[in-house]
């Protein structure tokens, strides 16, 4: 069974930076698809950012894009999110994900491993 472990969420003011990472208990090149998502009190469940681990494509919600990265390092199965000029509005639950298939879709059902989530707080 995969098992994912994110790590790295805080509390910072906004303009701040954090990186997340997502260690998995498998070959991350096992996977089509690995991505952050995150989840506010009272809404739902959004993507962030996917990557595949294999070829190293990336994409980005319209939101965080230019601000986060997301990368890999396969030798250590682990994904990370590098988070730039944080905004209050990036306050949620962030969860690591991972789909053993093809597509890399931003639809969170399509995802088969989810980790237990690390908490990211901005304040203005």
């Known amino acids: 069974q995969v098992q994912l472990a994110e790590s790295g969420g805080g509390s910072v003011q906004a303009g701040g930076s954090l990186r997340l990472s997502c260690a998995a208990s498998g070959h991350i090149g096992s996977f089509n698809c690995m991505g952050w998502f995150r989840q506010a009190p009272g809404k739902e469940r959004e993507w962030v950012a996917l990557m595949h681990p294999g070829g190293g494509s990336t994409y980005y919600a319209g939101s965080v894009k230019g601000r986060f990265t997301i990368s890999r390092d396969n030798a250590k199965n682990t994904v990370y999110l590098q988070m730039n000029s944080l905004k209050p509005e990036d306050t949620a639950m962030y969860y690591c994900?991972?789909?053993?298939?093809?597509?890399?879709?931003?639809?969170?059902?399509?995802?088969?491993?989810w980790g237990q989530g690390t908490q990211v707080t901005v304040s203005s």
């Open positions: 994900a991972a789909s053993p298939r093809p597509p890399c879709t931003v639809v969170p059902a399509a995802y088969n491993y």
